[in-house]
C-alpha cells in the first residue's frame, strides 16, 4: 500500500471483532513505525498505556460514556502526552541530549542555549505546556493509525471520556495529559461501512486575512 491507499483505506471503525486478536508482534511493529514521527527538537513526549485485560477495558468504557468499542476491541491505546518532555531532566529529553552529544549535532558548552530554547519555547505558560505535549502526541497517534492501516488493522479514535476520572482510575501522573483514546483490532465481520464522510477541499483549507 502507497500513502494515498492509506489515507483512502484508513476509516474510523466503531464496531470491532471480539474474538480476533491483535498479536504482540503486530502492535509492536505499528508503535515502532509511529515512533519515527518527527516532534518538537525530538523531545518525543508521548507515551502509551496498552489496555488488554477485559476488567482494564471494562473500568475504562464505563469513563469514556460507555462505547462498546472500549471493550470489543482487543487492545485499547490510552494516548499520553507528557507536559513536561521538555524539561531538565526529564529522562527523554537527557537521552535526547545525550544522543545529540554523540552524533555532533550539539556540544557540551550548548547545553545551556538548548535548555533556554525549549523552556522559552513550551514553558512560557501552562497553555504552552499543553500545547506542545498534545500537538507532537497527536502527530504521534495519527502515525499509529496509518500505520495500523498498513498491517490489516482498524482503529477509532476517542475523546470522549472523563479525562481526570481516567488519569485517577489507572494512576497516571499529572505530568500527562491524555489527547485520544484509540481502540485498535480488526473489523467485525461482516460489517458494512457507510460511505466516507465529506472532507474540506483545498480552496476550503486555504484561508488568508486582509487587513
Given at each position: 500500500?502507497?500513502?494515498k491507499?492509506?489515507?483512502?483505506?484508513?476509516?474510523?471503525i466503531?464496531?470491532?471483532?471480539?474474538q480476533?486478536?491483535?498479536s504482540?508482534?503486530?502492535?509492536?511493529?505499528i508503535?515502532?513505525?509511529?515512533?519515527k514521527?518527527?516532534?518538537?527538537f525530538?523531545l518525543?513526549?508521548?507515551?502509551?498505556?496498552?489496555?488488554?485485560?477485559p476488567e482494564?477495558?471494562?473500568?475504562?468504557?464505563?469513563?469514556?460514556?460507555?462505547q462498546?468499542k472500549v471493550?470489543?476491541?482487543?487492545?485499547?491505546l490510552?494516548?499520553?502526552?507528557?507536559?513536561?518532555g521538555?524539561?531538565d531532566g526529564?529522562?527523554?529529553?537527557e537521552?535526547?541530549?545525550?544522543?545529540?552529544?554523540?552524533?555532533?549535532?550539539m556540544?557540551?558548552?550548548?547545553?545551556g542555549?538548548?535548555?533556554?530554547?525549549?523552556?522559552?519555547?513550551y514553558?512560557?505558560s501552562?497553555?504552552?505546556?499543553?500545547?506542545?505535549?498534545a500537538?507532537?502526541?497527536?502527530?504521534?497517534?495519527?502515525?499509529?493509525?496509518?500505520?495500523?492501516?498498513?498491517?490489516?488493522?482498524?482503529?477509532?479514535?476517542?475523546?470522549?471520556?472523563?479525562?481526570?476520572?481516567?488519569?485517577?482510575?489507572?494512576?497516571?501522573p499529572?505530568?500527562?495529559?491524555?489527547?485520544?483514546?484509540?481502540a485498535?483490532?480488526?473489523?467485525?465481520?461482516?460489517l458494512?461501512?457507510?460511505?466516507?464522510?465529506?472532507?474540506?477541499?483545498?480552496?476550503?483549507?486555504?484561508?488568508?486575512?486582509?487587513?
Amino acid at each position: 500500500m502507497n500513502f494515498k491507499e492509506i489515507t483512502e483505506k484508513r476509516r474510523s471503525i466503531n464496531f470491532f471483532d471480539s474474538q480476533r486478536d491483535v498479536s504482540e508482534e503486530t502492535l509492536i511493529e505499528i508503535v515502532d513505525m509511529a515512533a519515527k514521527t518527527p516532534s518538537s527538537f525530538n523531545l518525543q513526549p508521548w507515551n502509551l498505556m496498552v489496555l488488554r485485560e477485559p476488567e482494564a477495558k471494562e473500568k475504562l468504557r464505563k469513563l469514556a460514556w460507555d462505547q462498546p468499542k472500549v471493550t470489543e476491541a482487543p487492545v485499547v491505546l490510552i494516548v499520553l502526552a507528557d507536559k513536561k518532555g521538555w524539561a531538565d531532566g526529564n529522562p527523554v529529553f537527557e537521552k535526547n541530549w545525550n544522543q545529540m552529544l554523540d552524533s555532533g549535532g550539539m556540544t557540551k558548552d550548548q547545553r545551556g542555549w538548548f535548555l533556554e530554547a525549549t523552556q522559552s519555547l513550551y514553558n512560557w505558560s501552562s497553555d504552552a505546556n499543553l500545547a506542545f505535549a498534545a500537538k507532537n502526541a497527536g502527530f504521534f497517534a495519527m502515525s499509529l493509525m496509518y500505520a495500523a492501516t498498513e498491517v490489516g488493522l482498524e482503529t477509532h479514535p476517542m475523546d470522549g471520556f472523563d479525562h481526570e476520572a481516567v488519569k485517577k482510575a489507572f494512576n497516571i501522573p499529572d505530568n500527562f495529559w491524555i489527547p485520544l483514546l484509540l481502540a485498535v483490532g480488526y473489523k467485525k465481520p461482516d460489517l458494512e461501512l457507510h460511505p466516507p464522510k465529506w472532507r474540506k477541499s483545498y480552496k476550503e483549507i486555504v484561508v488568508s486575512f486582509k487587513e
